[in-house]
């Protein structure tokens, strides 16, 4: 009877060391083998995460995701994650949190990429979420893409290109016997002046060689070009002439100012003068031309006026019958 309980005392101790160690080798996987801190990142893609996802730091397994929750804004969704880090574990500022895959076949891990600077992040605090580095994971979103090119890109294309393509061979079913009439018309054409049009470049080479392109023409070709070149040079000379004295007479106004200046106070104070007595000067030259006039009128009708002049009227003060 004691042997029966001493057995049954074995055996259960036994099952609960075994309860005890799975207990820890658990713990030991999921990397929480005693209290965590708490932090949170939001990613916009949790493709193969779900709860007790392993958290690692630059590979190193420190903790698991604890729970997901989705969000929505603007939108779009995206899922913020509560991550438990084992309690003191160091996390710098400018840390980045990212779905991982540590090969082909690994499970999908969430890793904080460390950053460079010296001040951590207290627990409670939110880690940036990166881009997915999960090789599968861009496959999928490429996927995707493509998809979405092939159904809003290529198949309107293809559609049009048939569209055309149909209506080309419509087109050409109607016109393909006239064009290649036309086309063979134009060879056989084309064929027969052919030997005419050479010999006739021929002759126009020959004719340009001989008499435009000769060597008289080349030498009164050069001598022109040394002509034009000296002509720039002398215009270079007279364009320095031509400064010279511009800058001889910026100096003779600039030395000159205040004789200029009272040579226009008194051309205005004369000008002046001539626009006030403008009136009478004209009036007077008005009376002078009709005297004038009326002298030749007269001179006109008897020259004798010049030698002997004019008999008073009849009428006048004084005048004879």
Avoid: C
């Avoid at 200046?261 to 008005?286: F, G």
């Amino acid at each position: 009877m004691r042997d029966a309980r001493a057995n049954y005392i074995l055996v259960g101790g036994f099952v609960l060391a075994m309860l005890a160690a799975l207990v820890a080798v658990v713990a030991l996987l999921t990397g929480r083998t005693g209290t965590a801190d708490s932090y949170t990142t939001q990613l916009a893609n949790v493709n193969g995460v779900k709860f007790g996802t392993k958290v690692t730091y630059e590979g190193f397994v420190v903790g698991q995701v604890d729970d997901i929750v989705p969000l929505r804004s603007d939108g779009r969704t995206s899922f913020r994650l509560m991550l438990g880090v084992r309690e003191g574990w160091p996390i710098p500022e400018g840390s980045v949190a990212r779905v991982a895959s540590a090969g082909v076949l690994s499970a999908v891990t969430i890793d904080i990429k460390g950053g460079s600077s010296e001040t951590m992040l207290p627990p409670g605090s939110s880690i940036p979420g990166g881009p997915t580095a999960n090789i599968f994971a861009v496959m999928n979103d490429m996927a995707g893409e493509v998809a979405k090119l092939n159904q809003q890109g290529l198949l309107p294309l293809m559609a049009t290109l048939n569209q055309r393509v149909d209506a080309l061979g419509q087109v050409l079913e109607k016109q393909a016997p006239e064009l290649m009439a036309n086309l063979v018309t134009l060879t056989s054409d084309l064929a027969a002046k052919t030997p005419r049009i050479t010999s006739d470049v021929q002759k126009m080479t020959g004719t340009l060689s001989t008499t435009v392109l000769n060597d008289a023409n080349a030498r009164h070709m050069a001598d022109t070009i040394r002509n034009m070149a000296e002509m720039s040079a002398g215009l270079q000379d007279t364009r320095r002439h031509l400064d010279t004295v511009m800058a001889s007479l910026d100096k003779t106004v600039v030395g000159n100012r205040g004789t200029v200046e009272a040579a226009l106070k008194d051309l205005r104070y004369t000008l002046q003068a001539v626009a006030r007595n403008i009136d009478s000067v004209t009036y007077n030259l008005e009376g002078t031309t009709r005297n004038f006039h009326e002298f030749s009128r007269q001179l006109r009708e008897n020259p004798s006026v010049l030698l002997g002049g004019t008999k008073p009227g009849g009428d006048g003060p004084g005048g004879r019958r």
